[in-house]
């Protein structure tokens, strides 16, 4: 194909949910370069949506199946596809996008230059205006901050999400390695980003995490509090991670942040309510606020409810208990599954075709081999 099969690549990614579009600069066709042999690149332009076995892929990118099934399993390796595994079946294969996707599976493999290149593409590469209509990620309150006046769904509470599964993994935080790649940062934990079920399963079969019980997945959401850490699970009922993010270092609370209305972007069903008569102005809210959303007046805490986006570390850690979470008026839709959340992020980037796909084919795929065991 030449030179030119990263220009299609890059055109290919840029078909799947989160997209991947284009800069003046050409800095996301050397993050390719980085990443993908052009060996690599060749085969993956050949993987879909639907998850399928090494022979389909072979037959579509006119190799044997001895070779495809080869290549795809070190491309799974390197995190550049996403592979499936099911007990008594052949492998499966599918395309996976940039973000969130083959850009965390870097985790632990990270150099300077592709720090400083995905730093270049981020503003690009987030749109705050597709995110407003189709958010990927959604925030949660940390379990402190729950009050029991609350009436709160299970999907809703990070402990249940939890609960809900069998199978746990731990990964070390892309967003603040490629930080302290830079110099830059917090000294927040770095272990500490969770995955759930198939997903768990993936990133301990390639080395990118190490498996966990449940009681240390429900620890590490408890360490995540204590260090002041907003919940981030993807935008679904039925989520397959749960990332633990800083204001610093977050790619997404970052171009967040440059918003003057946060609150606007995100799916979250909280806001933080001050009860002034009892706020003793020590200041603790401002410290553990990742998006600059309090501030102090005089000797009272005055919140942005406009950059307020309900994670709820203000609430659990008011040593006079003057600051409380309470609904929106308007809700937040949150899809029941990865499917729904990845067909309304097409509809919103204008793919039509591409979800007909997911809808008429993911769905039955996808809906069996997320079945529990």
Not at 117 to 140: C, G, H, M, V
Not at 294 to 314: F, H, Q, T, W, Y
Not at 330 to 354: A, L
Request: net charge positive.
């Amino acid at each position: 194909m030449g030179a030119d099969v990263y220009q299609k690549l890059a055109k290919h990614l840029d078909r799947l949910p989160a997209g991947f579009p284009k800069t003046g600069s050409g800095v996301e066709l050397r993050i390719l370069r980085r990443l993908f042999t052009q060996e690599d690149a060749e085969l993956a332009l050949y993987l879909t949506l639907i998850p399928e076995e090494p022979r389909v892929i072979a037959r579509r990118a006119r190799i044997t199946v001895e070779e495809a099934a080869r290549r795809l399993e070190e491309l799974d390796k390197k995190g550049l596809i996403l592979g499936i595994r099911r007990k008594g079946e052949p492998p499966l294969y599918m395309a996976q996008q940039f973000v969130v996707g083959f850009w965390e599976a870097q985790v632990n493999t990270l150099d300077r230059e592709l720090v400083q290149d995905f730093e270049e593409y981020l503003p690009t590469l987030f749109d705050l205006n597709s995110w407003r209509k189709a958010p990927q990620l959604r925030t949660i309150p940390v379990n402190k901050s729950i009050s029991v006046r609350n009436e709160v769904m299970p999907y809703e509470q990070a402990e249940e999400l939890v609960r809900a599964k069998e199978s746990f993994a731990v990964s070390n935080c892309i967003c603040r390695q490629e930080h302290h790649i830079l110099g830059k940062g917090c000294d927040k934990p770095v272990e500490s980003c969770l995955t759930l079920g198939m997903a768990a399963e993936s990133v301990v079969r390639t080395g990118r995490g190490r498996a966990i019980s449940r009681e240390e997945a429900l620890e590490i959401l408890h360490r995540a509090e204590k260090a002041g850490l907003v919940l981030q699970p993807a935008n679904a009922k039925d989520p397959l991670f749960i990332c633990t993010c800083c204001g610093c270092c977050c790619g997404v609370l970052r171009s967040l942040k440059r918003d003057r209305k946060p609150a606007s972007l995100v799916s979250s069903p909280f806001l933080a309510h001050l009860a002034t008569e009892t706020c003793k102005g020590c200041g603790a809210c401002v410290k553990r606020c990742q998006m600059d959303a309090v501030s102090m007046n005089e000797e009272k805490a005055v919140p942005n409810l406009d950059r307020c986006i309900g994670c709820g570390l203000c609430v659990s850690t008011c040593p006079t208990n003057s600051i409380s979470l309470v609904r929106k008026a308007e809700q937040s839709y949150v899809p029941k599954d990865i499917i729904e959340t990845s067909i309304k992020m097409m509809k919103t980037r204008g793919k039509i075709r591409m979800v007909k796909l997911v809808g008429m084919q993911v769905r039955s795929k996808l809906d069996r081999l997320l079945a529990p065991k």
